[in-house]
């Protein structure tokens, strides 16, 4: 069982940042495929980005076509945390965005599939 806990959304003007978190706690985040979706209003879901990793700090991130460039995934075992550095934000951005967690593989996250989710964090760009 692996419960995760997002923070560090909030309100921002478009082109700030801001710094997702999702803490990860029971079975250790190194066992699985991390990622991270959002929702915005009144759409359907979106994957955003995903890492996995191989051997120790050594990580595989991998990302949607809308968000590269200005998204970036990362992962912290000490800390059992993986991150979601967003630059240059945009109105569009605004969303709920989900941490997620996977034992099977990057593709079934990019589908949607995935083990466990967190309750989410409300991020919202305005103009």
């Known amino acids: 069982q692996v419960q995760l806990v997002e923070s560090g959304g909030g309100s921002v003007q478009a082109g700030g940042s801001l710094r997702l978190s999702c803490a990860a706690s029971?079975?250790?985040?190194?066992?699985?495929?991390m990622g991270w979706f959002r929702q915005p209003p009144g759409k359907e879901r979106e994957f955003l980005a995903a890492?996995?990793?191989?051997?120790?700090?050594?990580?595989?991130?991998y990302y949607t076509d809308s968000v590269k460039g200005r998204f970036t995934i990362s992962g912290d075992n000490a800390k059992n945390t993986v991150y979601l550095q967003m630059n240059s934000l945009k109105p569009e951005d605004t969303a709920v965005y989900y941490c997620?967690?996977?034992?099977?593989?990057?593709?079934?996250?990019?589908?949607?599939?995935?083990?466990?989710r967190g309750q989410g964090t409300q991020v919202t760009v305005s103009s």
């Open positions: 997620a967690a996977s034992l099977t593989s990057v593709q079934a996250m990019v589908r949607g599939e995935y083990d466990y």
């Open positions: 890492i996995s990793q191989s051997g120790v700090n050594i990580y595989y991130p």
């Open positions: 029971g079975r250790t985040f190194s066992s699985y495929i």
